[in-house]
């Protein structure tokens, strides 16, 4: 007889992701190789870091038996709809706290969108309660508002412990296969496990998203959490968040489209392009040596 599926089935990945590696004489005039590692075809519904950060937590949701799931993000937060389609994907509930009280009323964006219609209940708040979202009694107070009091709360981004071991395997999947391993920053997360599964004599590079230059010491706090301590070799390359979060001005929009049409693979414009960019700036400022194999992680899908 057959046996029932157990109730994170759905969560089932196509790992390893595809590793391939493009040819671009932007990179070869400077004697670089450059891997892209598809983590956007781990999962259909749950592309590339989502899948490794919100993979651990459903289960954890799941075990606990609760039924509905919290979690927070911007008017564009990728991580808001990965949890709305696993929600849908686990028959869970979903609630998404929403950065911005006077987007209430309004139409809703593509992203917010998308959100609605795997089933969220989207709540639109302050910036200053959004702020205070870790603070225990405004958390409480989120949560009484939503009418989520028993719900498992995710944070932000989906980074926290358990997200960062589910991360570390990424960077298992990479050991001995390259130098450098770039990956896009929001919360740093997954730079944060990328960096702990790695192996000896490689590094992790993050290109954040955001302004601020406040990431560094949230990546320490994130690793002693869920290590213990600091965890492999990392570092961040500051600068080319090209004006902020979701901000994709005609320089990046058409770099995008033109990596596109090189090689095949289809840029994701708020996180991939700007690694992309990055790594092809750096690598024409001589940032990395004769000889490095660089891999680029592409952790979305447009």
Not at 29 to 41: H, T
Not at 80 to 86: E, F, V, Y
Not at 90 to 100: A, D, H, K
Not at 201 to 227: C, D, K, N, T, W
Request: aromatic share 4%.
């Amino acid at each position: 007889m057959n046996q029932p599926h157990p109730p994170t089935d759905p969560l089932r990945p196509r790992p390893p992701s595809p590793l391939r590696e493009v040819h671009d004489e932007r990179f070869a005039v400077r004697g670089v190789r450059l891997l892209l590692k598809r983590d956007d075809l781990v999962h259909p519904e749950l592309p590339g870091n989502k899948w490794r950060k919100l993979a651990p937590n459903l289960r954890a949701a799941v075990d606990a038996g609760r039924r509905t799931l919290v979690t927070f993000g911007g008017a564009y937060s990728n991580h808001l709809r990965a949890t709305a389609a696993a929600g849908r994907l686990l028959g869970l509930e979903t609630v998404g706290i929403v950065r911005g009280d006077e987007l209430a009323g309004r139409p809703l964006n593509d992203s917010l969108a998308r959100c609605a219609a795997d089933g969220m209940r989207l709540r639109f708040v302050t910036r200053s309660d959004y702020r205070r979202k870790t603070e225990p009694e405004a958390l409480a107070r989120l949560l009484e508002e939503a009418g989520a009091t028993d719900a498992y709360v995710i944070p932000e981004g989906g980074s926290n412990a358990l997200a960062l071991r589910g991360c570390a395997g990424l960077g298992r999947e990479l050991r001995g296969a390259a130098d450098v391993v770039a990956v896009a920053c929001g919360t740093g997360g997954t730079l944060a496990g990328l960096a702990a599964g790695l192996g000896p004599g490689q590094r992790a590079l993050g290109v954040p998203v955001l302004a601020g230059g406040f990431l560094a010491g949230e990546i320490r706090s994130l690793q002693h959490a869920a290590f213990g301590g600091p965890a492999g070799e990392w570092s961040l390359a500051e600068g080319h968040d090209h004006g902020g979060y979701a901000r994709v001005p005609p320089e990046l929009e058409a770099f995008a489209a033109d990596f596109e049409g090189r090689h095949g693979v289809p840029v994701e414009r708020i996180y991939v392009a700007k690694l992309l960019h990055a790594l092809t700036s750096l690598t024409a400022a001589g940032a990395f040596r004769p000889g490095t194999t660089l891999a680029a992680v592409v952790t979305g899908r447009p």
